[in-house]
Each structure stands twice: as C-alpha cells, then as structure tokens.
C-alpha cells in the first residue's frame, strides 16, 4: 500500500492563525499570481486548504477549482465564504486526482510537496491534468532563521525527520523532475515580507503541536523536549521575543508546460 499524504484535519480550527500572509504580502501575491493566471482559464489549487490562495484568486476574477484530502480544512474555506461553496471543490490525494487528462489551463501549489510522500507522483498530475502550455505554480514554503529552531526540535525529539515527501529546502529536485517531463523553469518576482511572530509564540505553537512536522511525535516526547528547546532558543536568539523571522522572501517557481 502507498503512504498516505498526510491531511490537516486537526489544523482547520488553527490553520490560518499560524500559515495565514500579512495583508501586504497577500496582496502582492495575489497580484503574482493572478497576473501569471491570466487568461488560461480554469486553474486547480492542489491542496486547497481554507482558501489562503485560492479565495482572494476567486474574487480577483481567476476560474478556480480547489482539491484537498481534509473535508474539514473545506469546510472552514466554505465558512470564510459566507457558507456558500464559493467555486468546485473536491475532495480527493493530489496523487490520484478525480480529473481528466489536460482539465486545466494552470494549477497552483503552496506548501504541499513536503507532506505527499509520493511527490514524484504529484508533479506527474499535474503534468496530466494542466494541458499543453498551461503552467503550475508551486511555492515550496520554508523558513529562513525559523529552520535552526525546527532542526533543534527534530533532532531532540530523536532525529524525526521534517518531511515526509519533498524537503522545502530542496528545490533543484523538484525542479529536475520538472524537466523530465520537458517543463521550462522560471523564477517569478520574490515577495518580500516578515513574520511577527515572536520566536517564544512559535516555541508555543510547537508545544501545542501546530505544525505539521510535530505530528509525528509522540506527546509525551514534544512535552519533554520543551524546555530544552527553550534554553537552546534563549542562548542562540538572545530573547524570546525578537520576531522569528524579521526578514523572509515568498518564492513562486512556474513551471511551463510544452
């Protein structure tokens, strides 16, 4: 049996508190985005979540459809909405999509690759179901100062590792599969932003198991690694209230289809 991608049903409740853009920034990437999607008719969000992306999309005026494996994290989309399903949703893997060959003028992915085990197989998807000169955007996600925290962590808690399919920090792969399948690389504009999140709250949001790469680790392990990640924090950051991450850049790749 294949592994599963993992599903954020425990997250829907949280979930834009802790992943959600300043407005700024959501703008800016809105405006990316939306101008790369112009004019290529319907376009797939593959992990569709709560409607981070694809909501403010929808209402710029880009023919969305969403795809996500948690009825729950669609439900909260639908909320956001009014209550009313806003454009076509679907509730299915990213590996095995409910859709025929070259459905698609484009497809959108943000913060996705690290939790599908079968990843080769998502990028294979998208191949099919985005058609000939459509494109797929993919925002691998990561952290800049924030990965010295996360290693720590995985490491005390036993050497857990970050990902269960692409590691964010390394996009050449994905890139490389790309091109197997004939795909021209770009790099679109990076956005510029911050997070204020202070490195004490993000210390809080792990301990209350918020973030995916906690999941994997026993309660009892996260509770007694805590504290030592703490005093590691305070020794490497000076304080615990110095924003996490003063400095970030969202990076967007498109992938071009021939």
């Given amino acids: 049996m294949a592994p599963e991608s993992i599903a954020f049903d425990r997250a829907a409740e949280f979930y834009d508190r802790t992943r959600s853009l300043l407005p700024e920034a959501e703008r800016a990437t809105v405006e990316l985005l939306r101008t790369e999607l112009a004019g290529r008719g319907r376009c797939l969000e593959v992990g569709v979540g709560t409607g981070l992306i694809s909501l403010p999309l929808h209402e710029a005026g880009v023919p969305m459809v969403g795809l996500d494996l948690s009825i729950p994290m669609l ?3 639908v909320e956001k909405a009014g209550g009313a399903i806003p454009f076509p949703l679907v509730l299915a893997d990213a590996t095995r999509m409910p859709f ?3 459905a698609f ?8 690759f690290h939790l599908v085990p079968e990843w080769r197989r998502l990028v294979e998807e998208l191949v099919r179901v985005v058609g000939p000169g459509g494109t797929a955007l993919v925002n691998l996600g990561g952290f800049k100062d924030t990965w010295g925290i996360v290693d720590r962590f995985l490491e005390l808690a036993g050497g857990v590792a970050f990902a269960v399919g692409l590691d964010p920090r390394d996009a050449e792969t994905l890139d490389r599969e790309f091109e197997r399948h004939e795909a021209r690389v770009r790099l679109l504009p990076p956005i510029g932003t911050h997070d204020d999140t202070t490195v004490g709250q993000f210390l809080d949001e792990m301990d209350a198991g918020m973030h995916s790469w906690t999941w994997r680790v026993p309660d009892e392990v996260r509770r007694r690694v805590g504290p030592h990640l703490r005093t590691w924090a305070e020794g490497r950051f000076g304080s615990l209230e110095r924003p996490v991450e003063p400095d970030l850049q969202i990076l967007w790749r498109a992938y071009d289809l021939p």
């Fill in 75 to 77: 439900a909260k989309l």
């Fill in 100 to 102: 025929r060959d070259d």
């Fill in 105 to 112: 003028g484009a497809a959108v992915v943000r913060h996705l």
